[in-house]
Antibody, heavy 119, light 108 residues
Protein backbone atom coordinates (compact mmCIF):
# COMPACT_ATOMS: atom_id res chain seq x y z
CA UNK A 1 0.00 0.00 0.00
CA UNK A 2 1.33 3.39 -1.00
CA UNK A 3 1.79 5.69 1.98
CA UNK A 4 3.04 9.25 2.23
CA UNK A 5 3.42 10.72 5.71
CA UNK A 6 4.32 14.37 6.18
CA UNK A 7 5.83 15.86 9.32
CA UNK A 8 7.56 19.00 10.49
CA UNK A 9 4.72 21.50 10.42
CA UNK A 10 4.03 23.92 13.22
CA UNK A 11 3.85 27.54 14.31
CA UNK A 12 6.66 29.81 13.16
CA UNK A 13 7.15 33.57 13.25
CA UNK A 14 7.29 35.65 10.06
CA UNK A 15 10.80 35.49 8.64
CA UNK A 16 11.44 32.15 10.26
CA UNK A 17 12.29 28.76 8.80
CA UNK A 18 10.81 25.29 8.85
CA UNK A 19 11.71 21.98 7.25
CA UNK A 20 8.99 19.59 6.16
CA UNK A 21 9.55 15.90 5.59
CA UNK A 22 7.55 13.29 3.73
CA UNK A 23 8.24 9.61 4.39
CA UNK A 24 7.24 7.32 1.52
CA UNK A 25 6.53 3.61 1.60
CA UNK A 26 4.78 0.95 -0.41
CA UNK A 27 6.37 1.83 -3.76
CA UNK A 28 9.77 2.31 -5.36
CA UNK A 29 10.31 5.91 -4.27
CA UNK A 30 13.38 6.42 -6.46
CA UNK A 31 11.30 5.82 -9.59
CA UNK A 32 8.82 8.62 -9.07
CA UNK A 33 8.81 12.39 -9.31
CA UNK A 34 7.34 14.12 -6.29
CA UNK A 35 5.69 17.42 -5.52
CA UNK A 36 4.60 19.64 -2.68
CA UNK A 37 1.10 21.13 -2.93
CA UNK A 38 -0.39 23.48 -0.34
CA UNK A 39 -3.82 24.61 0.71
CA UNK A 40 -4.40 27.77 2.71
CA UNK A 41 -7.20 27.56 5.28
CA UNK A 42 -10.56 27.49 3.50
CA UNK A 43 -8.91 27.95 0.12
CA UNK A 44 -8.06 25.88 -2.94
CA UNK A 45 -5.03 23.86 -3.92
CA UNK A 46 -1.75 25.46 -5.02
CA UNK A 47 1.18 23.61 -6.55
CA UNK A 48 4.42 24.58 -4.76
CA UNK A 49 7.37 22.55 -6.05
CA UNK A 50 8.44 19.58 -8.17
CA UNK A 51 11.47 17.30 -8.04
CA UNK A 52 12.27 14.56 -10.52
CA UNK A 53 13.11 11.04 -9.45
CA UNK A 54 16.87 11.63 -9.62
CA UNK A 55 16.71 15.24 -8.34
CA UNK A 56 18.07 16.40 -11.68
CA UNK A 57 15.06 18.61 -12.38
CA UNK A 58 13.49 20.96 -9.85
CA UNK A 59 10.80 23.60 -10.26
CA UNK A 60 9.11 26.09 -7.95
CA UNK A 61 6.01 28.21 -8.04
CA UNK A 62 6.83 31.89 -8.40
CA UNK A 63 5.30 32.52 -4.97
CA UNK A 64 8.02 30.50 -3.22
CA UNK A 65 10.97 30.76 -5.59
CA UNK A 66 14.14 31.85 -3.79
CA UNK A 67 12.69 31.02 -0.37
CA UNK A 68 11.84 27.30 -0.51
CA UNK A 69 14.11 24.40 -1.43
CA UNK A 70 12.88 20.94 -2.35
CA UNK A 71 15.11 17.91 -1.99
CA UNK A 72 14.91 14.16 -1.61
CA UNK A 73 16.92 11.25 -0.26
CA UNK A 74 16.11 8.13 -2.24
CA UNK A 75 18.12 5.96 0.16
CA UNK A 76 15.80 7.08 2.95
CA UNK A 77 12.61 7.17 0.83
CA UNK A 78 12.11 10.74 1.92
CA UNK A 79 11.11 14.08 0.42
CA UNK A 80 11.86 17.42 2.02
CA UNK A 81 10.85 21.06 1.78
CA UNK A 82 13.09 23.65 3.40
CA UNK A 83 11.09 26.83 3.89
CA UNK A 84 12.92 30.07 4.69
CA UNK A 85 11.79 33.70 5.02
CA UNK A 86 8.30 32.53 5.81
CA UNK A 87 5.37 34.92 5.38
CA UNK A 88 1.84 34.95 6.71
CA UNK A 89 0.60 33.97 3.25
CA UNK A 90 2.59 30.72 3.47
CA UNK A 91 0.17 29.52 6.16
CA UNK A 92 -1.35 26.34 4.76
CA UNK A 93 -1.59 22.60 4.94
CA UNK A 94 1.31 21.21 2.94
CA UNK A 95 0.82 17.93 1.11
CA UNK A 96 3.42 15.78 -0.54
CA UNK A 97 2.07 14.12 -3.66
CA UNK A 98 3.37 11.48 -6.02
CA UNK A 99 3.33 12.15 -9.74
CA UNK A 100 1.99 9.36 -11.91
CA UNK A 101 4.62 8.09 -14.32
CA UNK A 102 4.20 9.74 -17.69
CA UNK A 103 1.88 12.47 -16.50
CA UNK A 104 1.64 15.53 -14.30
CA UNK A 105 -1.23 14.35 -12.21
CA UNK A 106 -1.05 13.40 -8.55
CA UNK A 107 -2.09 9.83 -7.88
CA UNK A 108 -1.23 9.60 -4.18
CA UNK A 109 -1.22 12.27 -1.48
CA UNK A 110 -0.10 12.40 2.11
CA UNK A 111 -2.42 13.51 4.90
CA UNK A 112 -0.79 16.93 5.06
CA UNK A 113 1.03 18.95 7.71
CA UNK A 114 -0.10 22.40 8.87
CA UNK A 115 2.29 25.32 8.75
CA UNK A 116 1.15 28.46 10.54
CA UNK A 117 3.16 31.65 10.12
CA UNK A 118 2.19 34.15 12.78
CA UNK A 119 3.69 36.37 15.43
CA UNK B 1 0.35 30.01 -16.56
CA UNK B 2 -2.84 28.31 -17.63
CA UNK B 3 -5.77 29.50 -15.54
CA UNK B 4 -8.49 27.02 -14.62
CA UNK B 5 -11.98 28.33 -13.89
CA UNK B 6 -14.52 26.06 -12.24
CA UNK B 7 -18.23 26.64 -12.02
CA UNK B 8 -20.26 26.75 -9.99
CA UNK B 9 -18.19 27.43 -6.88
CA UNK B 10 -20.83 25.64 -4.83
CA UNK B 11 -24.07 23.81 -5.37
CA UNK B 12 -26.79 22.17 -3.32
CA UNK B 13 -28.19 18.86 -4.45
CA UNK B 14 -30.15 15.91 -3.15
CA UNK B 15 -29.22 12.25 -3.02
CA UNK B 16 -29.99 10.74 -6.41
CA UNK B 17 -29.56 13.99 -8.33
CA UNK B 18 -27.43 14.29 -11.43
CA UNK B 19 -24.67 16.83 -10.84
CA UNK B 20 -22.44 18.53 -13.40
CA UNK B 21 -19.38 20.63 -12.67
CA UNK B 22 -17.59 22.62 -15.36
CA UNK B 23 -13.92 23.48 -15.71
CA UNK B 24 -12.63 25.93 -18.31
CA UNK B 25 -8.96 26.38 -19.17
CA UNK B 26 -7.54 29.69 -20.39
CA UNK B 27 -6.05 27.85 -23.36
CA UNK B 28 -6.37 24.41 -24.91
CA UNK B 29 -5.04 21.59 -22.73
CA UNK B 30 -5.56 18.56 -25.01
CA UNK B 31 -7.51 16.52 -22.47
CA UNK B 32 -4.65 16.79 -19.94
CA UNK B 33 -7.15 17.24 -17.13
CA UNK B 34 -7.65 15.49 -13.82
CA UNK B 35 -10.47 15.68 -11.30
CA UNK B 36 -10.02 15.28 -7.54
CA UNK B 37 -12.44 14.89 -4.65
CA UNK B 38 -11.60 16.34 -1.26
CA UNK B 39 -13.51 15.78 1.95
CA UNK B 40 -13.05 18.04 4.99
CA UNK B 41 -9.74 17.45 6.74
CA UNK B 42 -8.61 14.92 4.16
CA UNK B 43 -6.20 14.91 1.26
CA UNK B 44 -7.53 15.15 -2.28
CA UNK B 45 -8.30 11.87 -4.04
CA UNK B 46 -7.81 11.32 -7.76
CA UNK B 47 -11.09 10.50 -9.52
CA UNK B 48 -10.45 10.88 -13.24
CA UNK B 49 -7.56 11.68 -15.54
CA UNK B 50 -7.09 12.36 -19.24
CA UNK B 51 -10.44 14.15 -18.94
CA UNK B 52 -12.53 10.99 -19.03
CA UNK B 53 -10.56 8.03 -17.69
CA UNK B 54 -11.80 6.69 -14.38
CA UNK B 55 -9.17 5.98 -11.74
CA UNK B 56 -9.15 2.43 -10.46
CA UNK B 57 -11.65 1.90 -7.67
CA UNK B 58 -13.71 5.01 -8.41
CA UNK B 59 -17.45 4.32 -8.82
CA UNK B 60 -18.81 4.41 -12.35
CA UNK B 61 -21.35 7.11 -11.44
CA UNK B 62 -18.45 9.54 -11.92
CA UNK B 63 -17.67 10.46 -15.50
CA UNK B 64 -15.77 13.14 -17.34
CA UNK B 65 -15.95 14.68 -20.77
CA UNK B 66 -14.76 17.61 -22.79
CA UNK B 67 -12.07 18.80 -25.13
CA UNK B 68 -10.02 21.85 -25.94
CA UNK B 69 -10.68 24.31 -23.15
CA UNK B 70 -13.99 23.06 -21.70
CA UNK B 71 -14.44 20.00 -19.49
CA UNK B 72 -17.13 18.57 -17.24
CA UNK B 73 -17.37 16.21 -14.32
CA UNK B 74 -20.71 14.46 -13.95
CA UNK B 75 -22.03 12.47 -11.03
CA UNK B 76 -24.95 10.51 -12.45
CA UNK B 77 -26.72 9.79 -9.17
CA UNK B 78 -25.38 11.64 -6.15
CA UNK B 79 -24.68 9.47 -3.12
CA UNK B 80 -24.26 10.58 0.52
CA UNK B 81 -20.51 9.94 0.36
CA UNK B 82 -20.15 12.25 -2.65
CA UNK B 83 -20.73 15.43 -0.68
CA UNK B 84 -17.30 17.02 -0.91
CA UNK B 85 -15.30 19.63 -2.79
CA UNK B 86 -14.17 18.83 -6.32
CA UNK B 87 -11.13 20.28 -8.07
CA UNK B 88 -9.98 20.13 -11.67
CA UNK B 89 -6.27 20.28 -12.51
CA UNK B 90 -4.48 20.75 -15.82
CA UNK B 91 -1.24 18.91 -16.47
CA UNK B 92 -0.74 20.06 -20.06
CA UNK B 93 1.57 22.87 -19.05
CA UNK B 94 4.22 21.46 -16.76
CA UNK B 95 5.72 22.26 -14.36
CA UNK B 96 3.24 25.07 -13.70
CA UNK B 97 0.43 22.73 -12.77
CA UNK B 98 -2.73 24.60 -11.92
CA UNK B 99 -5.98 23.78 -10.18
CA UNK B 100 -9.45 25.16 -10.49
CA UNK B 101 -10.89 27.02 -7.55
CA UNK B 102 -13.05 24.12 -6.44
CA UNK B 103 -16.75 23.28 -6.37
CA UNK B 104 -18.33 22.45 -3.05
CA UNK B 105 -21.22 19.99 -3.34
CA UNK B 106 -23.55 20.35 -0.39
CA UNK B 107 -26.68 18.58 0.75
CA UNK B 108 -29.94 20.29 -0.16
Amino acid sequence: EVQLVESGGGLVQPGGSLRLSCAASGFTFSSYSMNWVRQAPGKGLEWVSYISSSSSTIYYADSVKGRFTISRDNAKNSLYLQMNSLRAEDTAVYYCARVRVGGGLFDYWGQGTLVTVSS
Amino acid sequence: DIQMTQSPSSLSASVGDRVTITCRASQGISNSLAWYQQKPGKAPKLLLYAASRLESGVPSRFSGSGSGTDYTLTISSLQPEDFATYYCQQYYSTPQLTFGGGTKVEIK
